[in-house]
């Protein structure tokens, strides 16, 4: 009986101490979280065309309808994505053609393609591509079309991106 009672102490002990530690490890990611979300600036975007389009050899879509532009680094007028942090980044194009067309765009980072994006060859059909990119602070990144068709369905058009970290 008196072993019982010992081992039971002894357990309740290492509960506590397991507690106090969880406690201190739970603080301790809290407080790293919100310091970071008050050093790392909200930085994103995204954007979606109002009307249907036709695109030219190589042009880049100008997305008109802005949604979201925190750090202001999309340009809709030329629908470039300016980076304002240097940082982990994720981007992601949503399209559809008219009809039952299919049209290729492309991701762009510095005139360089990095992800194609084809829309199906049905009716009312979209792709959508995310890619994950490290960013330097004057970078640029756009969505032009690459083949195919030459005509996208408007609203259902998008161009989205935000930072996840700073650190690369």
């Known amino acids: ?4 009672r010992i081992r039971l102490n002894c357990h309740r002990q290492r509960f506590k101490s397991m507690n106090r ?7 301790v990611t809290v407080s790293t979280v919100i310091q970071q979300g008050l050093t790392i600036p909200a930085i994103g975007f995204s954007a979606i065309l109002s009307n249907d389009t036709h695109l030219g050899n190589d042009d880049a879509i100008k997305y008109n309808n802005v949604l979201t532009n925190l750090g202001n680094g999309y340009d809709k007028w030329c629908g470039h994505f300016v980076v304002p942090t240097k940082g982990l980044y994720v981007f992601s194009c949503t399209v559809m053609a008219t ?7 492309g991701i762009i980072k510095n005139g360089q393609s990095v992800l194609p994006v084809s829309s199906a060859n049905t009716p009312w059909e ?3 591509r995310v890619v994950v990119l490290a960013m330097d602070k004057g970078d640029r990144v756009w969505v032009r079309r690459l083949a195919h068709d030459r005509n996208i369905q408007g609203h259902y058009n998008s161009f989205s991106g935000y930072l996840i970290s700073t650190e690369t």
Not at 1 to 4: A, L, N, Q
Not at 21 to 27: G, K, M, S
């Open 1 to 4: 009986m008196v072993i019982s």
């Open 99 to 105: 009809n039952a067309n299919t049209i290729t765009l």
């Open 21 to 27: 530690a969880n406690v201190i490890a739970t603080l």
């Open 126 to 128: 979209s792709s959508t």
